[in-house]
């Protein structure tokens, strides 16, 4: 790893946890490649932090969200998120973020869904993904890294709006057979509205943050059955999520 890139990741990774800083500035692209091919961070900003009302996308060990879920393909089934606690990178030495897992007993086909995922929050106010492995049905499936880190989601909330946020990044998959595939993906980021009331089974929310996330062909067009709209709630994370499914918030535990 450079020495700009490993600098890069220390500073990103001491942060996690202390809260951040408003987004960056509309239109951003995300960070380029680094020649050596490791991990990067996307640029942080310089905005004066933001930590009114808590975060849109709270990383504190031992939260736990559960969700029902409506999914083309594997039906109605409930998923349970939980936040493990802060781990070291697997492959990233030195390098530290959320263990997050996921788990969904997909009851219409009979799988166990299980998603092991490593993210930080950046100063920015931008929630990133580093690594993600798949099981089903306790057997690995699928390993994934990207380059730079990924969007997952907004922790703060953009002081005006428009708002929109570019993300290009690689994309490197290893499948339980050892074979490699990689892509090229990008994705916007728009915050379409705020202060939004949403209802769902763990209640009413009325200061939600609605956002919406397009992935994008080669041509820069938005790929067809490949957005997703979210409503993130500032101390309780998402509540709701529309587009490839359907997901929403049923109980929540939120640690401080």
Known sequence: MTRRWRAALAAGWMLVGCGGSSLPATGGPGT????????????????????????????????VWVYDILDPVHGAFQKQVTMEGEKEVPGMAGSRGMLVHSRQDRVATGVLYEEYSYQAELPNGLVVRLREEDHRD????????????????????????????QSAVQEFTVLGDGS???????????????????????????????????????AGEVKDG?????????????VREEGERTEELVRYDIKK
């Open 32 to 63: 380029g490649t680094p020649p050596d091919g490791n991990v990067g961070l996307p640029p942080t900003g310089t905005d004066e932090p933001d930590t009114q009302g808590g975060s849109l996308w709270p990383l504190t060990a031992g939260s």
């Open 138 to 165: 306790g057997v690995l499936v699928r390993t994934t890294t990207w380059n730079p880190a990924t969007v997952k989601s907004l922790a703060r909330a953009p002081s005006a709006l428009p708002w929109s946020y």
């Open 180 to 218: 490699q595939e990689d892509s090229d993906p990008t994705y916007t980021w728009r915050v379409v509205e705020m202060d939004v009331t949403v209802q769902t089974k763990a209640g009413t929310f009325t200061n939600a943050i609605k956002v919406r996330r397009d992935k994008l062909n080669d």
């Open 226 to 238: 490949k957005e997703r709209t979210y409503w993130l709630v500032p101390g309780v994370g998402k």
